[in-house]
């Protein structure tokens, strides 16, 4: 068992978030812990803190997303895409990561699991999100 960096626990939690968007567009109950617990041997409130929260502010952040999408809608994306930009979008919002962070992990995230046109749109939406809405705070 290896501690794993903020990076690899972000990862994890998009993967959860991915995970619980299938669950939920399949209508198959799930347990939110037991889903974090496959993916990760040790608890992490980091993690548990990103995963439930996404999950249970999911209509706020999904309207945050769709405001700074351009001719898009954060449902079109893929389930992945969505887990990266909402996960993002929570983590500018409600925790004390520097933006700047968060923006640089879900670009590098989108480059991992997705095409370049999809990761431009994700950079564009959370840079103009943090512009508007976090820095001017």
């Known amino acids: 068992m290896s501690m794993k960096n903020r990076?690899?626990?972000?990862?994890?939690?998009?993967?959860?978030?991915?995970?619980i968007y299938?669950?939920?567009?399949?209508?198959i109950e799930y347990e939110l812990n037991k889903v974090i617990k496959e993916l990760l041997e040790v608890e992490?409130?980091?993690?548990?803190?990103?995963?439930?929260?996404?999950?249970?502010?999911?209509d706020e952040i999904s309207k945050i997303a769709n405001k700074y999408l351009v001719n898009w809608d954060i449902d079109r994306l893929s389930k992945v895409d969505k887990a990266i930009i909402s996960s993002a979008?929570?983590?500018?919002?409600?925790?004390?990561?520097?933006p700047l962070v968060v923006i640089n992990e879900a670009i590098e995230l989108s480059k991992k699991y997705s095409d370049e046109k999809v990761t431009k749109m994700i950079n564009a939406a959370l840079d103009k999100y943090y512009h508007e809405e976090i820095d001017g705070r």
């Open 7 to 19: 990076s690899e626990l972000r990862e994890i939690s998009m993967q959860a978030i991915y995970q």
């Open 22 to 27: 299938i669950y939920e567009s399949s209508n």
């Open 44 to 58: 992490n409130p980091f993690v548990n803190e990103l995963t439930e929260g996404v999950i249970s502010k999911q």
């Open 89 to 98: 979008i929570y983590e500018l919002k409600y925790m004390d990561t520097p």
